[in-house]
């Protein structure tokens, strides 16, 4: 994919064919082997990292003109930091590469490219360098290619632009499964489909239906409801437009294909068969897989909808607190049950469960675990239980 990407723009493609070490990975592109002076004399190498604005394949510079290093401050013969590029500190990683700080230098017009950009800060950077010795370079001609493929059918530019590449990659390697694609399960869908998960495995047993749409995220055509298509592949089908890896699994989760679950790494559970949530976290608990089972329970009281959203999280660390939140009814007296779904309430219930996620997984801050949210519509307010 890098070296695609860098043959599919000009100004990335001119950089290599100079001989600089050039790589593109996960929205960033990296120059290697700068020379710089430090502060004592010595002659040493680091990287520049910039992020790179896309649009489908084709790189498309956004104006923004600060860069990130690794190495130390570049410095002048005679130790003093060379000022017209210093910027800030940085202790980050951006595409698997530990920036020590940024550097800033606008020309009046700015740049035109990501070529211009790259080769103003290469020749500030290793010009006191180049001076002490002239044997030094950045031209190595030497090809650093990143052919790590990506889960993504397009290159997630809104990641390396705020900066939170490293945050995500903490999902490269999970399998995630979500049961039930009805309104709320479909949201989830939405929001982890943006995510570098490695696998999303979508299980439900239903037909997509016209009252589906109504409690979905996106705008079905009417025509899609002669098809009788399975929820998993309408979504498949609308979701692999954005992530490569989404398999279909057009079933409800029964003793004899529970096992479906055995290999992930979390799961969400978004369905109101009291039984079948019963079947699904036993499993869940046996084989230490960390899930999060999701409720709404609405009424209409004289033309009024109020009720409650509820998110529960368990891992091994609480699954002896599963009896006290989870009702397990074949009949699903559970308030959680009721029949009305509306697609802000599933939206809310979907994020909060996502946002859950992401802290089990170190993404977000996590400073009090709790075990339970539960929003109430009609005060407006999210209760945490531990």
Request: glycine share 6%; with cysteine; net charge negative.
């Amino acid at each position: 994919m890098s070296q695609e990407l860098i043959n599919h723009s000009d100004d990335l493609k001119k950089l290599q064919n100079e001989g600089y070490e050039l790589d593109v990975n996960n929205g960033y592109g990296i120059v290697s082997h700068i020379p710089y002076l430090k502060a004592n004399g010595e002659i040493d190498y680091g990287t520049l990292v910039s992020s790179i604005a896309f649009e489908g394949d084709k790189a498309k510079y956004n104006g923004d003109h600060v860069i990130y290093f690794s190495g130390d401050q570049p410095c002048n013969a005679d130790g003093t930091e060379i000022t017209q590029i210093k910027h800030s500190a940085s202790n980050s990683i951006l595409a698997g590469i530990n920036v020590k700080r940024s550097f800033s230098n606008k020309p009046d017009e700015n740049y035109k490219d990501y070529y211009e950009k790259f080769v103003n800060y290469i020749n500030i950077i290793s010009s006191r360098a180049i001076d002490k010795d002239n044997s030094v370079t950045a031209k190595t001609f030497k090809k650093v290619v990143t052919e790590e493929e990506s889960v993504f059918q397009y290159i997630d530019t809104n990641s390396s632009r705020a900066g939170i590449d490293n945050c995500n990659r903490k999902m490269l390697d999970k399998k995630i499964a979500i049961i039930g694609l009805g309104g709320t399960g479909a949201y989830i869908l939405d929001l982890v489909s943006k995510t570098n998960v490695k696998e999303i495995h979508l299980i439900d047993g239903d037909v997509f239906c016209q009252h589906n749409a109504f409690r979905s995220p996106g705008a079905a055509s009417k025509e899609i409801f002669q098809k009788s298509m399975s929820k998993v592949s309408y979504f498949k089908a609308n979701y692999q437009n954005m992530h490569k890896n989404l398999i279909e699994h057009n079933m409800f989760i029964k003793e004899e294909n529970v096992s479906v679950l055995k290999d992930m790494d979390f799961v969400f559970i978004c369905i109101d068969s009291g039984i079948a949530r019963k079947l699904i976290t036993d499993y869940l608990v046996l084989e230490e897989i960390p899930f999060i089972d999701t409720g709404i329970g609405l009424q209409n009281i004289n033309d009024t909808i109020n009720g409650q959203v509820r998110t529960t999280v368990f891992n091994k660390t609480n699954y002896d607190r599963i009896p006290i939140y989870l009702d397990f009814d074949e009949d699903g007296n559970d308030v959680y049950n009721t029949n009305i779904q509306i697609a802000e309430c599933n939206a809310l219930n979907a994020t909060i469960a996502v946002i859950e996620w992401k802290k089990y997984f170190k993404i977000y801050e996590n400073a009090d675990s709790q075990c339970q949210n539960v929003y109430s519509i009609e005060m407006g307010e999210i209760v945490h239980e531990n």
